[in-house]
C-alpha cells in the first residue's frame, strides 16, 4: 500500500503537467472575453437614469442611513392618456364616427330612413303605376282617332251617311270621340239644342273617364312629404333619446349623425312628391287640350245632324241641283231675265 500512493501521484503529477498549459490558455482566453464583454453587460443591465456601477463613488455606513435614491421611472411615471382626462383627451388624435354618417348606398339609405320609406316606397309605385297608365290612354290617335273623324265629317257634310249608318260606324270604332258622336246621332234629326245636351252628357262621362286616377297621382303629391316628414320626426324623437343616453364625447356627432339620417325621409318625400306634382300637371294639360278639341268637333257634327242642319244641307243640295234640272218645255219660251232693279 505505502508503494501504490507515490506511484499514483507521480502519474497524477505527470498529467497535470501535461494539461497545464492547455487549461492556461482556455483561461486566458476567458479572461480576455469577459473584459471585452464587461461595459456591454454592465449597460444593458444598468437602468436608465441609474449612475454606473463601475463609476459610482464609494459609499459608507452614513450613506446606508440615507433613504434610497428614486429611479426616473419612478421620478416620471410614463404618461397614459385618458378619455376621462379633457386635458389629455384634446391631444388624442380624433378619429371619424363611422357609426354615425350617413350611409351612401341606396339599399343602406334606404334601410337608414326607417319605418316612413316603405309607405314612401309603396306611394312611389302607384304614382309610376297610373303615371304609364294614364300615357297610355291619353294618347291622342286613341281618344281623336283623325282619320275616323275626318272621314265621319266629311261623309255627314255629303249626305252619304243616315242616322243607323252613322251610330254603327260609331260603335264599331269605340274611341272616346266616337261614343260622344253616337249620342249625338241618337238625337238624329231633332233640335240643335236636344242634340247638343246630349253631345255634352257624352261629353261629361268621356271627360270624368279621361281623368281618372288622376286624383291617385295628385293624392301621391300631397301625401308623400307628409309622410317624410312624419319619418323625421320620428328619427329627431330617436336621435335625441339615443343623445341623452350617450356621453359627452361624441354628442355632437351622435347629434349630426341623427339628424342627417332622420331627414332622408324627408328628402325621399320631396322626391316622390316633386314628380308626380310635374306629372299630373302635365297629364291635366293634355286632357284639357283633347277636351277642347272634342268639343269643337261634336259642335260641327250637331250642326249636321240637327234638325236645322239637315233643313239647310237640303236647301243647299236643291239649289246646286236646280241649274242642272230645270228645262224648257216645248212651245213655252224661256223666261227672260229681270233687269236689275226691276
Known amino acids: 500500500m505505502p508503494e501504490t500512493i507515490p506511484l499514483q501521484s507521480a502519474a497524477l503529477s505527470r498529467r497535470f503537467a501535461v494539461l497545464w498549459p492547455a487549461i492556461r490558455r482556455v483561461t486566458c482566453g476567458l479572461c480576455v472575453v469577459g473584459l ?36 426616473a421611472a419612478e421620478v416620471n411615471p410614463p404618461v397614459i392618456p385618458t378619455i376621462n382626462d379633457p386635458i389629455e383627451a384634446e391631444n388624442v388624435p380624433e378619429k371619424p364616427d363611422v ?77 272616346p270621340i266616337a261614343d260622344i258622336f253616337a249620342h249625338g246621332v241618337r238625337k238624329w234629326g231633332k233640335p240643335s239644342v236636344e242634340v247638343e245636351q246630349a253631345i255634352i252628357d257624352g261629353g261629361e262621362r268621356q271627360i270624368s273617364q279621361l281623368r281618372t286616377h288622376l286624383r ?88 249636321l245632324i240637327s234638325s236645322e242642319g239637315l233643313a239647310n244641307r237640303s236647301k243647299m243640295n236643291m239649289a246646286k241641283a236646280t241649274p242642272t234640272t230645270t228645262q224648257a218645255l216645248p212651245g213655252v219660251p224661256a223666261p227672260k231675265p229681270k233687269a236689275v232693279g226691276t
Not at 279 to 295: A, H, K, P, T, V
Open 216 to 303: 291617385v297621382i295628385h293624392g301621391v303629391y300631397n301625401v308623400a312629404p307628409m309622410l317624410g316628414l312624419l319619418g323625421t320626426v320620428v328619427g329627431m324623437v330617436v336621435s335625441f333619446n339615443e343623445l341623452a343616453r350617450g356621453g359627452d364625447a361624441d354628442r355632437m356627432q351622435r347629434l349630426a349623425g341623427g339628424v342627417g339620417v332622420a331627414l332622408i325621409t324627408t328628402a325621399t318625400g320631396l322626391f316622390v312628391a316633386i314628380p308626380s306634382l310635374v306629372l299630373y300637371l302635365y297629364l291635366s294639360g293634355r286632357i284639357d287640350g283633347l277636351i277642347i278639341e272634342m268639343d269643337l268637333l261634336s259642335q260641327k257634327v250637331a250642326n
Open 36 to 71: 471585452l464583454l464587461l461595459p456591454t453587460i454592465t449597460s444593458a443591465q444598468t437602468p436608465p437614469g441609474e449612475p454606473n456601477v463601475g463609476e459610482a463613488a464609494p459609499f459608507g455606513a452614513e450613506d446606508l442611513a440615507k433613504p434610497p435614491t428614486p429611479l
Open 99 to 175: 357609426g354615425h354618417l350617413i350611409p351612401t348606398d341606396p339599399i343602406e339609405l334606404f334601410l337608414a330612413g326607417g319605418f316612413s320609406m316603405w309607405p314612401l316606397l309603396l306611394a312611389s309605385i302607384i304614382s309610376l303605376w297610373f303615371v304609364l297608365e294614364r300615357l297610355v290612354v291619353l294618347r291622342r290617335r286613341r281618344v281623336i282617332p283623325r282619320a275616323f273623324v275626318d272621314r265621319f265629317i266629311q261623309h255627314l257634310e255629303q249626305g252619304k251617311l243616315n242616322a243607323e249608318t252613322a251610330l254603327r260606324l260609331c260603335e264599331e270604332n269605340q274611341s
